[in-house]
Each structure stands twice: as C-alpha cells, then as structure tokens.
C-alpha cells in the first residue's frame, strides 16, 4: 500500500507544481465516517461558520479507504485543506510531506502545554510536526474483580500502588485465576485473554520489560535484544507452559469467565455498559528487565494540507478545533477523550459520574496515559508488523524460538527500515 501511496504522490507533486491555489467560500474537510462521530464533526463546523461565517465541507470517507482515497484526491489535484487523521492512516503522506509543518502553530497555542506529551510524539516525524492531537487512547490492562475476589486475590490496583505489579505477580495471579471447575478436564475460567494468539498491545509488554523497537533514528530494529527476546519467550510460556490464556477455551471475558485483560479507554464507556461484573483498570506489569510500566498511545488530531487552497482559514479552523470548547463539544457527542490534561479529567469525571457502574480506578487513567508510547514513526510500519508476524507465530505455537524468531525478524525488516 505505502508503494501505491508513493506513486500517486509523485503525480500529486507534480501537479502541484502547475496548480495556481486559488480563493473558496468554504473550507474542505476530511474527516472518518464512523457514525457515532457524526453529530460532532456537523456540529463543530456549524459552530465555526456561526463564529467566522465561513462554510465547512465535511467529507466522511471509511477508515479502511482513508489511505487511498486521500491520495488519489491529492494526484488529482483535489487538495483539502484539514482532515482529522489517525496516524497509522496518514503517516505514509507525511513522510513525503504533504502536510504543513505546525511546529509554529503549537508553540502560538498555550492550551497546547497541556496535551500528553506522548500525543505529540505521535505526529512528530524527525523534526517535522504534521498534525495537532486532539484524543487521546491508550491501552491498558483491565481485570475481573469479582473474580479476584472468590480467588482472595489482591487487586492489581492495590499491587500496582505498592509498586508490585511485576511479572511475578501477574502470573501468581493469572495461574490462580486459571479453573477447571466441574472437573471435567477441561479450563473453564482462563487467567487471561489472547486475540488471536497474542495476549494483546505487544508493544506495551515489550516496553514494560526494557525492550526497545527501533533505535532513536527509526532505521534499524532493536528487537533481538535480551530483553525483547525475554519477553516473546514469557508471552508464549503463557500460552504454551502455563496454560493460562484462554487459547483452546470457551471462555470469554464478557461472561465473566477471564481474570485479566487488554482493552482501552476508547471503549470504557462501552465496556460500562457491557461487562456483569465488577471490575477495573490497571497498567501493564513491569517485567524483571524493566524500570517502569507502559503501553501504546493511539491519537487523532487535525492536519493542515501544504497546498491547502484556504491555508490561512485552514490555520484558523484548526485553532477553533482544538479550543477546549471544541474539544469538550467532541467528547461529549462522540465519546472521545481529549488529548489535554484537564480536559481528560473532565471527560473521566463526566463517566464516574454518570449513572452505571464505574471501574475501579477509573480516575487512574490519566496516569497511564502518562506512561504511554507512541508506536514508532515509520511510514514502513505496516510493512514491518506483517514480517513481526510472520516471524512470532511460530513461537507463539510452541514451534521456533523466540531467539531465532526475533533474529530472523531483525535480519529481515532492517533494510526496509533503511529504505525509505
């Protein structure tokens, strides 16, 4: 896909180089076409035109399509002028440099000091800065508390405040958890859930033991270091060796038949909503190698297109779209927690006090934000996680080496690492 992106993009450049911008009544804006998102995006540009009196196109396009529809309006010559970008989705455009540098545009912002500062490691490439976040998701553990309960297990909120949530105790717990209870032989309660064979945000278990990615440059892979292969081999005793996953179980977390779990603060409302029991929120436990726990920050945020036809509108609109109103607007219609500071303690403050049942430490969330990362900020990053499969899988089946396998994997992604 990076491959097609970089050909329209060459089109798209060229073309630029012939095109005279020139003056629009409205703005265009790009946006994703998830429905619950609707309300917001048509209510934001409502606002601005109230306010400026100047019309804003929303254009919704499917997640999926985002990519390369984009592109294929940029070699046409069909320039918007913002969009609202996930980075996965946008990152191959900003390596080529289609969206302006906003650098300036944060450093005019004061409200911006208070964004995670993992939200704008995000969208920094080298020192290029493509886009302002705006929400925030990070990963996270989340456990049955009725279940630790009947096991007279200590919550892992308690260990994690004792500075004890480490290896040791997760796979106490998880072990503890793990039930065969009518005896028939076969585990009807799991210590833990996989997706698929992974027990979930890989990158978050590998940062939680001391483990690194990619070097500081992004152009070699430094997974087949001690602690990298440490943790692949702890992932699959999980599986393979202690049997506490529900691999080959009928067992389901939303049934109350799985101990722990990965999920994320896009879906706690959701998860409110859903889950019979009692339960709550944890970060990652910290493995023997590691200092301190972590996991993946997934942001959105707005871009501004370098051949924008409104490019000083497109400035303005963006600073409207970041205002805490704005934003406090968004994460009210559509349920997105806010890149700020503050403004995720409102949004969290909303949630517990809202009718329903409320996670235990759900006002805990802006520390593990915190602790996040941001997955690396390569425009071959798809590429390199399809080889990080291909390469794993076998260990994860109990079938090579999590040594060989994270060797292989290094050997394989450092040219494309070095390609781009």
């Not at 709550?280 to 920050?297: E, Q």
Request: aromatic share 10%.
């Amino acid at each position: 896909m990076a491959a097609r992106i970089t050909r329209l993009l060459l089109l798209m450049l060229i073309m630029s180089l012939v095109l005279t911008p020139c003056s629009h009544a409205k703005l265009t804006f790009i946006v994703n076409d998830n429905t619950s998102d609707q309300e917001g995006w048509r209510a934001l540009a409502e606002g601005y035109r109230k306010q400026t009196g100047v019309d804003v196109e929303v254009i919704a396009m499917r997640w999926a399509d985002y990519p390369d529809k984009l592109a294929t309006m940029l070699a046409g010559g069909v320039i918007p002028d913002v969009a609202f970008y996930s980075l996965r989705f946008v990152i191959s455009l900003a390596a080529v440099g289609v969206f302006e540098d906003l650098t300036a545009l944060r450093k005019h912002l004061p409200e911006m000091d208070d964004v995670f500062p993992a939200a704008f490691d995000e969208v920094t490439l080298g020192n290029y800065m493509y886009g302002i976040p705006t929400d925030v998701n990070v990963s996270w553990m989340e456990f049955n508390a009725d279940l630790f309960d009947q096991a007279g297990l200590t919550y892992p909120t308690k260990l994690w405040q004792q500075n004890q949530w480490n290896w040791d105790t997760f796979l106490m717990s998880v072990k503890r958890l793990t039930r065969d209870i009518d005896g028939d032989g076969r585990i009807d309660q799991a210590g833990m859930s996989v997706t698929g064979t992974w027990p979930g945000d890989w990158p978050g278990w590998y940062w939680s033991n001391g483990a690194t990615i990619l070097d500081a440059q992004m152009r070699s892979s430094t997974m087949n270091s001690p602690q990298a292969v440490e943790t692949l081999q702890f992932l699959a005793d999980l599986i393979n060796a202690h049997g506490v996953t529900t691999r080959g179980t009928s067992a389901t977390k939303n049934n109350g038949q799985v101990g722990i779990w990965v999920s994320a603060l896009n879906v706690v409302q959701q998860n409110r909503n859903i889950y019979p029991f009692n339960w709550g929120i944890v970060g990652f436990p910290i493995g023997p190698s590691g200092v301190t726990s972590a996991s993946t920050i997934f942001g959105g945020g707005y871009v501004v297109f370098k051949d924008a036809p409104n490019k000083e509108e497109a400035y303005k609109f963006v600073e409207y779209l970041v205002s805490s109103e704005s934003e406090r607007m968004r994460a009210r219609l559509a349920s997105r927690a806010p890149a700020k500071r503050r403004g995720l303690q409102v949004f969290l403050e909303e949630i517990r006090t809202t009718p329903g049942p409320v996670p235990i430490n759900l006002m805990g969330a802006p520390e593990l934000v915190a602790l996040s990362r941001p997955l690396p900020v390569t425009p071959v990053w798809d590429e390199m996680e399809k080889m990080f499969w291909e390469e794993v899988n076998p260990v994860l089946n109990a079938r090579q080496s999590a040594r060989a396998a994270l060797e292989s994997f290094t050997q394989r992604v450092n040219p494309l690492l070095a390609s781009w």
